[in-house]
């Protein structure tokens, strides 16, 4: 027989299944085919959870029954139903006393999802929508998508979209805003211009926004095509627009474009703020303009009434400092500290300024007139206060700025600490360094990285080997920074002149199979060896390139023949020359006049002539001084009685 079953909401109650099974399947019919009527939810749940069967008194065929589902009433839908057929009998029908395994059940029916991560992200949208009640259409995705995005699951707002454009829905230029919002966020700027690309939507102002605002921030250069794109599309710019495009091409040193951006936003009514002025002026630190220009660009923003604010002021505080123009400072500092938007930032930059300008004593002199101002320092105040004091020498002071933080009720931070580190490690200070570093850890402050790199860079220039290999084990989590401590200690113990301990680093940094993963620091400490001329130490590097099978350069080639010529060997230097030809690697020309010097200073004329054929032989230009020292080199053989024809 068949029964009917209408399903109205969504949800069924589990605890009438055991009624329901027995009624069902106990018929003679080995399958029967339920009509249900709902959503995705209701399809699944009625296969798998029959509620309440109730039997038509006053139905003749005893083969046929109504069955109604009592489901919670919800949202009615207008979908037409759909035909399902009920899991098969079991071979016993079940009695009172006897549970049903639910899940096998569930296992037996149709809607079992397949194991993949599309499967499992159309299961966890399903059950968002069924659990907000939500239809499966434009207004449903679209809360979905908001859902997803107010918690920042990038995946799911992708899939959901994905969705949408399948079953045919139009997003809109709304939800594909919201997308590409979620992704800005995030600051994913390749993703994002992927979504804008492949989406098919009618593309607003504020499309555009989100993707040229990313591209502007990671200093992408398709910010200009897009631009482009835009113009093209006839898509009109509003103020944020503007704004970006400023900041881009004033990046690029594009001021005319700027100019024009500016013109063409007066002409459109958008008048520039002062936040757009700052975007111009923050460029400008970096690319840098005379004060000249800078002056008339302060003046043109008062002339449009535009009221500067504290970044305003700093920025032009940077870019007079970078220019040297100390009195323009002062003169301009005398106007921001009398602004309403006066803060602890603009005092610390100006203090700043004086800092790197050795003006200490009017250093000093700002941080009491903030104080006396009510303008309270912070912990940037107190780090370019110490950084005065150690530099004009109050070393006492220096120290017992750190206890006059806590009295003023700041925390100094591990910053703090690495700055008094820096400062005394300068003057391998190891007594002072070593304190601070124990009062950090009384603190409950954790050293970072910065801290032990200070820290094996002092132990490395006084040879304390021990102190500097204790320091660099702490540093082995982070292998960019262990490999960078390993460098710095052996560049100190090289020109500290602990060669032995620079070489032992160096030959436990190569046994370290996660570091050494480039050739740079090969050749970078080959060279270090040279500058020192130390020949010995150069040799044990050499080899144990050649040991490793890097590569060496014509530079290096030239700085172990140098190294060899300054030892007085320069019959060393011919074995060189044969390994070099032989791995195909040109010498430079300089390399050549300095052997050829050696050689003609020590009378080894027959090396002089090895080269000199060598020269001719390669076409390899002679200039400067070695073309000196052939002529000199041939007038001596003509005036000097010399028993070998050849030469």
């Given at each position: ?316 505080l940077r870019i007079l400092s970078n220019n040297r123009d100390i009195f323009m400072c002062s003169k301009l500092w005398a106007e921001a500290k009398n602004s ?308």
């Amino acid at each position: 027989g068949t029964a009917r079953m209408i399903g109205r909401g969504r949800g069924v109650g589990c605890q009438l299944y055991n009624q329901a099974h027995r009624t069902l399947f106990s018929s003679s019919s080995p399958s029967l085919p339920l009509l249900c009527c709902g959503n995705n939810s209701g399809k699944r749940l009625l296969a798998s959870f029959p509620a309440q069967t109730l039997i038509d008194e006053n139905d003749n065929d005893s083969d046929s029954y109504h069955v109604i589902a009592q489901i919670p009433r919800g949202r009615r839908t207008r979908r037409k139903p759909f035909l399902l057929t009920a899991p098969p009998p079991l071979t016993d029908p079940p009695t009172e006393s006897q549970e049903i395994n639910i899940s096998d059940l569930r296992r037996s029916t149709v809607h079992r999802k397949p194991a993949s991560r599309k499967g499992d992200y159309d299961e966890e949208l399903e059950n968002f929508m069924e659990s907000k009640n939500l239809m499966r259409d434009y207004r449903g995705f679209g809360y979905a998508i908001t859902h997803y995005r107010a918690e920042q699951n990038r995946k799911m707002c992708v899939y959901t979209l994905k969705v949408m454009i399948q079953e045919g829905i139009d997003p809109g230029t709304w939800l594909v805003n919201h997308v590409l919002g979620c992704f800005y966020e995030a600051k994913d700027v390749n993703k994002c211009v992927e979504i804008f690309g492949t989406t098919k939507f009618i593309k607003d102002v504020q499309s555009y926004n989100h993707v040229m605002s990313l591209m502007e921030k990671s200093n992408d250069d398709r910010i200009f095509a897009m631009y482009t794109i835009m113009q093209k599309t006839g898509v009109l710019a509003d103020h944020l627009t503007y704004d970006i495009l400023i900041s881009a091409f004033a990046r690029q040193n594009d001021l005319k474009t700027c100019e024009q951006l500016l013109s063409e936003m007066r002409k459109r009514g958008i008048r520039p703020t002062i936040l757009t002025y700052n975007r111009l002026l923050k460029e400008m630190v970096q690319i840098g303009i005379s004060s000249e220009k800078l002056l008339l660009f302060l003046a043109r923003i008062k002339s449009e009434k535009l009221k500067s604010d504290h970044y305003t002021y700093s920025y032009v505080l940077r870019i007079l400092s970078n220019n040297r123009d100390i009195f323009m400072c002062s003169k301009l500092w005398a106007e921001a500290k009398n602004s309403e938007d006066v803060d602890t930032i603009l005092y610390n930059e100006m203090i700043g300024i004086y800092r790197d300008n050795r003006m200490f004593s009017e250093a000093r002199h700002l941080t009491e007139e903030m104080r006396s101002r009510g303008i309270k320092p912070d912990n940037h105040t107190y780090t370019y206060i110490i950084q005065d004091y150690f530099l004009s020498g109050k070393l006492t002071e220096c120290l017992n700025s750190v206890q006059e933080m806590r009295s003023h009720g700041l925390i100094p931070t591990t910053y703090t600490y690495n700055t008094l580190i820096m400062l005394f490690s300068g003057s391998n200070s190891a007594v002072i360094c070593e304190s601070l570093l124990k009062e950090m850890l009384r603190f409950g402050l954790k050293p970072d990285r910065t801290t032990h790199i200070y820290l094996v860079n002092m132990f490395s220039r006084m040879g304390d080997f021990e102190s500097c290999s204790k320091y660099l084990l702490k540093m082995k989590d982070h292998l960019p920074t262990y490999e960078y401590g390993f460098m710095i200690s052996i560049k100190a113990f090289i020109f500290g002149g602990h060669m032995d301990y620079a070489m032992t680093t160096f030959q436990q940094m190569v046994k370290d199979d996660t570091m050494m993963t480039s050739q740079e620091p090969y050749h970078q400490v080959f060279e270090w060896c040279a500058e020192q001329k130390d020949l010995s130490a150069c040799i044990q590097v050499w080899n144990t390139m050649k040991f490793k099978s890097v590569p060496r350069s014509a530079n290096d080639y030239h700085l172990m023949i140098r190294a060899h010529c300054l030892e007085k060997e320069p019959q060393g230097c011919l074995d060189y020359f044969d390994e070099a030809a032989a791995e195909g690697v040109t010498l430079r020309p300089d390399t050549y006049a300095t052997v050829y010097r050696v050689c003609r200073e020590k009378g080894l004329y027959e090396i002089c002539y090895a080269i000199a054929s060598e020269i001719q032989k390669k076409k390899i230009p002679v200039i400067g001084d070695l073309l000196d020292q052939l002529r000199i080199t041939e007038s001596v053989l003509k005036n000097s009685a010399v028993e070998n024809t050849k030469i």
